[in-house]
């Protein structure tokens, strides 16, 4: 191949490459245009203090009420489940796989591990619905077939290979100087471990909790499906609650007529969402840059 030839094909992948950045942010900013431009128009009509302040939530009733109260402490409830499960299991799993499995179970555990990321999100919610809560009632008599429990926990196995992968790469980032240098002075592995490596991981150990948390606060077919769709401000994991996305998808199935104002809560609700989700991935990214920093 000719030089000539070489520098051409060399600007086409260039320009093709530039085309497909350029396209993605076209779409986020028609994505933030849309839900910036709706919201708008629905806060001309509720004010945003009865939107962030209110406990109520009933825009689809005769009686509409706007509180967004409800919608996020059944996100947070149900996203803090799923993180009390998924962050000491997902930490422990990384400790394991970076300090002390062999070679040949790492990479025969880590692939099982990512498959469970790969199983679609429905799958997820059937099997909470169906399984996981009679298998809960049967130790929890008052448990409704509804409720925050079930969806938390199998979200949590869900997002756990996230937290193990990401927080094996921070462990497995820390320069063997650290262990060696906790060796000579006479600790054993575990307290190497505990003592040395995870203090050093810390900064990454953090941004993979966020990410996750990020992502279960964002997840829609699992708490759609076992969550229910009763708004309530509780911290009872017993009972039907609805989170932020699962109200989206229920005034997206098309009952309620567009253009309403009970329609344009769900750009409301979404751009609440896409702020949250936005400073946790923040918060993620200057964490991860923190821990580079560190060993750079």
């Excluded at 839900?35 to 009733?61: H, I, K, M, N, Q």
């Excluded at 179970?105 to 009679?134: D, Q, S």
């Excluded at 109200?247 to 098309?254: A, K, T």
Aim: proline share 6%.
């Amino acid at each position: 191949m000719s030089p000539t030839r070489r520098v051409r094909i060399e600007s086409l992948i260039e320009w093709m490459l530039r085309a497909c950045a350029g396209v993605s942010v076209l779409v986020t900013v028609g994505i933030l245009s849309v839900l910036a431009v709706e919201t708008v128009r629905f806060f001309r009509d509720v004010s945003p203090f009865e939107f962030l302040g209110g406990r109520v939530w009933t825009p689809l009733f005769f009686q509409q009420s706007f509180g967004v109260l409800p919608l996020v402490a059944g996100t947070l409830l149900v996203a803090g489940i799923a993180l009390t499960v998924a962050v000491p299991a997902g930490l422990l799993t990384a400790i394991y796989l970076s300090e002390y499995a062999p070679e040949r179970v790492r990479r025969i555990v880590k692939p099982v591990l990512e498959v469970l990321a790969g199983v679609p999100t429905v799958v997820y919610g059937y099997f909470a619905l169906l399984f996981v809560t009679p298998l809960l009632q049967q130790v929890i008599p008052t448990l409704s077939g509804f409720n925050a429990l079930s969806p938390g926990l199998v979200m949590g196995i869900m997002i756990l290979p996230m937290v193990s992968s990401l927080s094996e790469d921070a462990l497995r980032g820390v320069p063997s100087g650290l262990r060696e240098a906790g060796y000579a002075l006479g600790a054993s592995k575990m307290q190497t471990t505990l003592r040395v490596v995870l203090p050093a991981a810390f900064s990454g150990i953090s941004a993979a909790g966020i990410v996750a948390a990020s992502r279960a606060i964002g997840e829609t077919m699992i708490v759609s499906i076992a969550a229910g769709q009763q708004p309530r401000l509780t911290a009872n994991p017993l009972v039907p609650v609805e989170t932020m996305t699962a109200y989206i998808v229920q005034v997206s199935l098309g009952d309620t007529p567009a253009g309403t104002l009970a329609y344009r809560t769900i750009f409301a609700v979404g751009m609440l969402l896409f702020l949250s989700t936005l400073l946790l991935n923040v918060m993620s990214h200057w964490l991860r840059e923190r821990f580079r920093e560190g060993y750079s």
